[in-house]
């Protein structure tokens, strides 16, 4: 059957069958494929809608199939360049968003964008509301060792680092080889690794959701229980940073106190406190430890910067070192990407782990003690989510593969010949 005459109905007949159809359709593409002029629009067409107008409709519905979705480059891009100008002036009038909800809620804006045309919007709320209230609960039950009240150890860390350094504590060691009474240039590299914590932990899950959402959700799972493993941790065995026992005295902590008034002082009663005084290189420096983790930023006069992070400070656990956190999640991350990327990226992403344990012991925030229990904290992670992954993830992964591949492949048996089975019956 050909293609139908001007003036036939386009509707097919009671003999029509689907091999008809189909030929109809080639025969229309074969057309369609020939030099003829474009045909002319009548005046009774309706007028088209600008395409600019159109894609700006398209982006703010869900996306379609791949195969039938709409090309939104230029509503993408348009978009992805308002998040940066938006992220510019917030930046510009608020400051770095070192607060993890501001932070979510801005890195979900760009995501948005850079999800329009290529995935639905709504799997940002899917993904990641779950993942911002289990870590909005973890800001809020953190205090908890408050009301659990166990005993603080100011010593435990302090006999470790020592017992494993022949007897000199790195912070102590750090600070008297390196600290000046003003900060150096290289101590705004320090305070950057520091802050960089409360930054670049999310924004590579913003990019592993864009690449990858099941790596995303391991990534996110490894994070989460991260977090609440150190929880857990420092709950149960506070301990004071190596810049508070600097404060204190022996006399002092010997009846493992909390909050000892003490750690508000500048100075201790007896020079460098459980520290001991440092023997500086540059003597014009202070002669005791000293929590140094925001100086880099008045090397630059961003005074704000480092006032913000002193605000931080005093409003968070002050005997939370056990274990280090900031060590764990960047440990987590170097772990957790080393299979995902090329030698660079295993450079870079392990370098920075390195990095941070560098700027915390020589900031004073934190001893070894605290930075290896971090580092054991993401492996015995790492560790644990592989095995969930090799025993119970992929497995069930490939058995839903093949299932619904015998399915594809019974549909099509059953639709390759449906009247392969039909018997014809001679006319009588």
Not at 132 to 160: C, E, K, S
Not at 282 to 310: F, M, Q
């Amino acid at each position: 059957m050909g293609v139908p005459r001007p003036g036939e109905s386009s509707k097919r007949g009671e003999g029509s069958s689907a091999e008809d159809t189909t030929s109809t359709d080639v025969n229309l593409s074969k057309t369609a494929g020939r030099d003829d002029p474009a045909p002319q629009a009548s005046e009774a067409d309706p007028p088209r809608i600008a395409p600019v107008l159109e894609d700006l409709a398209a982006a703010a519905e869900m996306e379609a199939e791949p195969e039938i979705r709409r090309d939104l480059t230029m509503v993408r891009r348009i978009a992805v360049t308002a998040w940066f100008v938006l992220m510019g002036v917030h930046i510009a009038l608020e400051g770095l968003a070192f607060d993890r909800t501001r932070l979510i809620i801005l890195m979900c804006l760009g995501l948005a964008a850079a999800s329009i045309g290529r995935r639905k919007f709504i799997t940002i709320i899917l993904d990641w509301a779950p993942f911002a209230l289990i870590l909005i609960l973890y800001d809020w039950t953190r205090n908890i060792a408050q009301i659990v009240g166990m005993p603080t150890h100011w010593h435990l860390a302090i006999d470790f680092d020592a017992f494993f350094f022949g007897g000199v504590t790195p912070t102590a060691w750090l600070q008297e080889q390196l600290k000046q009474a003003s900060p150096p240039w290289w101590e705004v590299i320090v305070s950057v690794v520091y802050m960089s914590y409360f930054i670049i932990p999310y924004a590579v899950a913003a990019w592993l959701w864009l690449k990858d959402r099941a790596a995303w959700r391991r990534y996110a799972a490894c994070f989460v229980a991260t977090t609440f493993l150190a929880l857990v941790g420092y709950t149960l065995v506070p301990g004071a940073p190596p810049w508070a026992a600097a404060r204190c005295t022996a006399a002092e902590v010997q009846d493992y106190p909390r909050d000892p008034i003490c750690m508000y002082s500048q100075e201790a009663n007896e020079p460098g406190g459980l520290l001991g005084p440092l023997d500086n290189a540059y003597p014009d420096a202070n002669p005791y430890v000293e929590r140094i983790s925001a100086r880099g930023w008045n090397y630059l006069n961003i005074h704000a910067a480092s006032n913000l992070v002193t605000l931080g400070q005093g409003k968070s656990n002050l005997v939370a070192a056990i274990p280090s956190l900031h060590a764990g999640l960047t440990m987590l991350l170097a772990l957790f990407m080393w299979p995902r990327v090329k030698a660079l990226g295993k450079t870079l992403y392990m370098g920075y782990a390195l990095a941070m344990a560098f700027a915390l012991t020589y900031t004073g925030e934190h001893y070894i003690f605290d930075i290896v229990l971090g580092w054991a904290l993401a492996a015995a992670v790492i560790g644990v989510y592989q095995i969930v992954d090799r025993k119970y993830l992929i497995p069930r992964q490939k058995r839903l593969a093949a299932e619904a591949e015998a399915e594809a492949a019974g549909i099509e048996s059953d639709s390759e010949d449906p009247d392969a089975e039909k018997v014809s019956t001679p006319a009588s």
